[in-house]
């Protein structure tokens, strides 16, 4: 649906400014509920369609968050508990190697940027594993358990930027968008193309806007998510957004005659 002013109707679209700590309910930093004064109610035979304007906030989402990573060096095994952070290789490199040195665990974890894969290495002849865990994308593995001798080096890559993008939705109306090929409430999906601490500064690059199935409006929930649907933390850091109003008439369609 087009978000343009020349839509044939007499109702006027406006702009709503929220800003995420001005809300009438704040659930979560990411699950808002605002109270509309001016209620947004269509006409017979119109329809509503909302657009994300623009949306404003610093990248202070945490990438890596409750990170564990376990396995065995020779038979000892370890369990490690990363510090909730945004990491670049060569930090997680150093990092992994200080919990190898604590634990004293003779193996040293180190990092390619030809090949973005990270190599784990015990003595001669040592068996290394790393068990089964979703965390081990971050370290260039798959999901599977993984086991090397002296070596164990990345069979993918390293991925520190699992969280790429926020989705939008709008919790309380039915929106007719799809994720997947399932219906979803998502109402605009924002990348995250910054790097850490960055300012994500999203501007509407589409003329498209999305229905909402609903004759009026006088509740907002807004939940801001990632992609595995996990509410995004934003570390207690203010964030703001633009949310388009349109209406638009019904259209009939007139087959002519022949």
């Given at each position: 649906?087009?978000?343009?002013?020349?839509?044939?109707?007499?109702?006027?679209?406006?702009?709503?400014?929220?800003?995420?700590?001005?809300?009438?309910?704040?659930?979560?930093?990411?699950?808002?509920?605002?109270?509309?004064?001016?209620?947004?109610?269509?006409?017979?035979?119109?329809?509503?369609?909302?657009?994300?304007?623009?949306?404003?906030?610093?990248?202070?989402?945490?990438?890596?968050?409750?990170?564990?990573?376990?396995?065995?060096?020779?038979?000892?095994?370890?369990?490690?508990?990363?510090?909730?952070?945004?990491?670049?290789?060569?930090?997680?490199?150093?990092?992994?190697?200080?919990?190898?040195t604590t634990a004293s665990l003779t193996c040293?974890?180190?990092?390619?940027?030809?090949?973005?894969?990270?190599?784990?290495?015990?003595?001669?002849?040592?068996?290394?594993?790393?068990?089964?865990?979703?965390?081990?994308?971050?370290?260039?593995?798959?999901?599977?358990?993984?086991?090397?001798?002296?070596?164990?080096?990345?069979?993918?890559?390293?991925?520190?930027?699992?969280?790429?993008?926020?989705?939008?939705?709008?919790?309380?109306?039915?929106?007719?968008?799809?994720?997947?090929?399932?219906?979803?409430?998502?109402?605009?999906?924002?990348?995250?193309?910054?790097?850490?601490?960055?300012?994500?500064?999203?501007?509407?690059?589409?003329?498209?806007?999305?229905?909402?199935?609903?004759?009026?409006?006088?509740?907002?929930?807004?939940?801001?998510?990632?992609?595995?649907?996990?509410?995004?933390?934003?570390?207690?850091?203010?964030?703001?957004?633009?949310?388009?109003?349109?209406?638009?008439?019904?259209?009939?369609?007139?087959?002519?005659?022949?």
């Amino acid at each position: 649906m087009p978000i343009s002013d020349n839509n044939k109707t007499i109702q006027e679209n406006k702009r709503l400014f929220f800003q995420s700590g001005k809300a009438n309910v704040t659930l979560s930093q990411s699950h808002l509920i605002y109270y509309l004064d001016d209620k947004i109610n269509v006409l017979p035979g119109h329809f509503i369609f909302l657009s994300l304007i623009d949306f404003l906030a610093p990248a202070s989402m945490f990438q890596q968050k409750n990170v564990v990573i376990s396995g065995s060096i020779g038979g000892s095994n370890f369990t490690f508990s990363i510090p909730d952070g945004t990491y670049t290789a060569t930090e997680m490199n150093s990092t992994i190697n200080n919990l190898f040195t604590t634990a004293s665990l003779t193996c040293v974890l180190s990092y390619s940027k030809i090949t973005n894969k990270f190599t784990f290495t015990a003595g001669s002849n040592v068996t290394i594993v790393l068990n089964s865990s979703s965390f081990l994308s971050h370290f260039g593995f798959t999901t599977e358990q993984h086991t090397g001798t002296t070596t164990l080096t990345s069979n993918i890559v390293v991925d520190l930027m699992p969280i790429k993008n926020i989705y939008l939705k709008l919790q309380n109306y039915s929106v007719a968008n799809n994720l997947n090929g399932q219906s979803s409430k998502i109402l605009a999906k924002i990348p995250i193309d910054e790097s850490r601490y960055g300012l994500i500064n999203y501007k509407q690059h589409s003329n498209i806007a999305t229905e909402v199935l609903n004759p009026q409006l006088d509740t907002l929930e807004f939940i801001l998510e990632d992609d595995n649907g996990t509410e995004i933390d934003f570390n207690s850091a203010p964030y703001s957004f633009t949310i388009g109003v349109v209406y638009d008439s019904k259209q009939v369609y007139i087959p002519s005659n022949r």
